[in-house]
């Protein structure tokens, strides 16, 4: 049901279509070809050759009238630009930080931020840390940990908000490395453990636990807004208040957040840095300005600020993010339907196919997810992303496959026809087979790996 129309039970497209692209299509013996030419991995075929893309819903957003429109009056001065200024100003709004460092995406946020406050033999707790997120924190010697709740591990689980930091847990990590944890961390949505929501108690209560050990809380805030929906509509006492004021209460709570803007910042490439912490600044502003950029750009053009000062504040407009959830809501459902088993509760910008229930006859070591990747792209053109074994070796708790969905870009038309899809490889399921890895980097493997099937 329709919170914002009560009288209507569908959920439309807050939006109408001002410019199109053309869809490309291939018949499955051309996709045979092209997924062979690619090593069977989804990250090296070309866009060109993708139906629907849902690989992420980073920096795949449609943008809107509003955000080119305001590109075109941006100030490209290299330093103290008005554009800057704008920007600056809503996320000092949105966040309540002082302190604002642009970057050009969120890894970039990381590198500094890790660079600046990290050491070997450091460890960093979180809910579940990303792929970026753990191989920057890998690189510098530290130890990335996992500390998120036990239904966050189970997809059958319906917890609310799977994406908790355990508390007890953090509690006792806390005491036992007593000195060697120079930042503490959450992840909102907690996009490794199937795009699950945090509930405001519980960073409540992680933010008591940093701060009664002298650790500093950040927060990697790239689903900020669709976090806080979750906790606006699941978690008690929260339905009266606007999304905008939950997520000023979050940000109150930690010292500092890295967010990657090309999330719920709702552009194509940015991304920053926000602190209350003055006493970081000259380190992380040296080292912006040695790798990025001047401070007040960052590595961004002018316009990309332009576009996301107007981006951050339409992520937190309701009826857009009552749209965006009731998307994973609608497919997780029509998948369930149809044989085909998810991550529940559905999350908000992704769909995750627990592959481990979904082809029982293939064992992580033959790379389940990566395997009904390929299948989904052989049968429907979708390419999707596998976040498992291969993505995360033997830390991987689940082997899942992950339908992100691009903000503002795709219709229910084009999600009903791929559910109509999907009916054929659940009828094959039991013909699909494993993969090896035959060549892979020493980071962040994933992207760029090439496989073959298992003889």
């Known amino acids: 049901m329709s919170t914002t129309d009560p009288e209507h039970r569908t959920i439309i497209e807050p939006f109408k279509v001002k410019v199109m692209e053309p869809l490309p299509f291939r018949t499955r013996a051309e996709r045979e070809r092209i997924l062979a030419e690619a090593g069977n991995n989804l990250f090296l075929v070309p866009a060109r050759e993708v139906t629907f893309d849902f690989l992420t819903d980073s920096g795949t957003t449609a943008m809107s009238a509003a955000q080119w429109a305001a590109m075109m009056v941006a100030d490209e001065s290299y330093a103290g630009s008005r554009s800057f200024e704008k920007f600056e100003a809503v996320v000092q709004r949105v966040t309540g930080f002082t302190h604002v460092i642009p970057t050009h995406q969120g890894r970039a946020a990381e590198r500094l931020l890790f660079s600046t406050l990290v050491k070997p033999g450091h460890f960093v707790p979180s809910n579940n840390h990303f792929d970026t997120t753990r191989a920057n924190l890998e690189q510098l010697g530290a130890t990335a940990v996992d500390l998120v709740i036990a239904e966050g591990k189970d997809p059958t689980s319906r917890h ?4 908790n930091i355990d508390l007890p847990r953090l509690e006792a990590f806390c005491r036992e490395h007593a000195g060697r944890i120079p930042l503490g961390m959450i992840t909102i949505t907690n996009n490794t453990g199937g795009g699950q929501p945090v509930s405001l108690a519980n960073l ?55 967010v990657s803007a090309k999330k719920d910042g709702m552009v194509n490439i940015g991304g920053f840095i926000a602190t209350r912490r003055a006493e970081w600044l000259p380190a992380l502003r040296s080292l912006l300005i040695l790798t990025e950029g001047f401070p007040t750009y960052g590595g961004l053009a002018a316009r990309d600020l332009e576009a996301l000062a107007i981006g951050l504040e339409e992520s937190l407009d309701e009826r857009y993010l009552e749209y965006r959830v009731a998307v994973s809501r609608y497919m997780a459902e029509g998948l369930e339907r149809r044989g085909v088993p998810v991550m529940q509760p559905p999350g908000g910008h992704a769909v995750y196919i627990d592959a481990r229930r979904f082809l029982p006859h293939i064992p992580p070591a033959e790379l389940p997810a990566q395997a009904l990747t390929c299948e989904l792209y052989l049968a429907l053109g979708v390419r999707a992303c596998e976040i498992g074994t291969v993505m995360f070796g033997d830390k ?18 084009h999600f009903d026809y791929i559910l109509e899809g999907i009916e054929g490889v659940v009828a ?23 496989f073959a099937p298992v003889s």
């Open 160 to 163: 609310p908000f799977k994406g």
């Open 204 to 258: 409540r209560g992680a933010a008591e636990i940093y701060r009664r050990h002298g650790i500093p809380f950040v927060i990697d805030a790239c689903r900020f807004a669709e976090n806080a929906w979750f906790v606006k509509v699941r978690e008690e006492g929260q339905l009266e208040r606007a999304p905008r004021e939950i997520a000023r209460e979050v940000f109150e709570l930690a010292d500092a957040c890295l």
């Open 396 to 413: 991987a708790s689940m082997e899942l496959v992950r339908l992100a969905f691009p903000r503002r870009v795709y219709t229910q038309a």
């Open 428 to 450: 094959r399921k039991a013909e699909l087979r494993g993969l090896r890895i035959v060549e892979e980097p020493p980071f962040l493997r994933h992207f760029t790996a090439r």
